[in-house]
T-cell receptor
Framework: GQNIDQPTEMTATEGAIVQINCTYQ??????LFWYQQHAGEAPTFLSYNVLDGLEEKGRFSSFLSRSKGYSYLLLKELQMKDSASYLC??????????????FGTGTKLQVIP | DTGVSQNPRHKITKRGQNVTFRCDPI?????LYWYRQTLGQGPEFLTY????????KSRLLSDRFSAERPKGSFSTLEIQRTEQGDSAMYLC???????????FGSGTRLTVV
């Protein structure tokens, strides 16, 4: 099975930088995703890491360390619209070829003026 | 193609009734997933289709739940003899085989009274 841990809530100031951490335990790791989910809406894909290192995409960056079972999502120049839940999800290789994606419980980020 | 479409958006039903939800994935995507999400939690995997074949079903899913994807296009999720514990958001997602990001629909919010 998989175990994914991320903080329940975080608060940050508009214009600042925030780092949301995610730790996981899994067998057959085959990729880590970050999704953004605004209240009452569907999750939207933000980033994907399968190799160690940093992936940058505009104001958002995601980092992965496979040996440590650790990832973080970095949000720069925070805007009020970034207030949302951020879901860490891990994919593992399984027999039969299907690669199941398991989601963490999400980190609710509140951006304040 | 406007993305993944789910109907209805909201459903209120009395305990013991049967309900059926529909998902229309992105037409080029051959993989389709159903997830369930309750308040404050991340999406929980329910089942997965590749084309018309249902390749995996979560142990969380009781015999009251059934899903189909005839002809490998749209999918339906039926819940028989609904219980209050079935109240949740039911999310459908689709992806390419070998793709790494899911595209989620807006979900169907089920309330069992």
């Amino acid at each position: 099975g998989q175990n994914i841990d991320q903080p329940t809530e975080m608060t940050a100031t508009e214009g600042a930088i925030v780092q949301i951490n995610c730790t996981y335990q899994t067998s057959g790791f085959n990729g880590l995703f970050w999704y953004q989910q605004h209240a009452g809406e569907a999750p939207t894909f933000l980033s994907y890491n399968v190799l160690d290192g940093l992936e940058e995409k505009g104001r958002f960056s995601s980092f992965l360390s496979r040996s440590k079972g650790y990832s973080y999502l970095l949000l720069k120049e925070l805007q009020m619209k970034d207030s949302a839940s951020y879901l860490c999800a891990v994919r593992d290789s399984r027999s039969g070829g299907y690669q199941k994606v398991t989601f963490g419980t999400g980190t609710k980020l509140q951006v304040i003026p | 193609d406007t993305g993944v479409s789910q109907n209805p958006r909201h459903k209120i039903t009395k305990r013991g009734q049967n309900v059926t939800f529909r998902c229309d994935p992105i037409s080029e995507h051959n993989r389709l997933y159903w997830y369930r999400q309750t308040l404050g939690q991340g999406p929980e995997f329910l089942t997965y289709f590749q084309n018309e074949a249902q390749l995996e079903k979560s142990r969380l899913l009781s015999d009251r739940f059934s899903a189909e994807r005839p002809k490998g296009s749209f999918s339906t999720l039926e819940i028989q003899r609904t219980e209050q514990g079935d109240s949740a958001m039911y999310l459908c997602a689709s992806s390419f085989q070998g793709g790494y990001g899911y595209t989620f629909g807006s979900g169907t919010r089920l309330t069992v009274v």
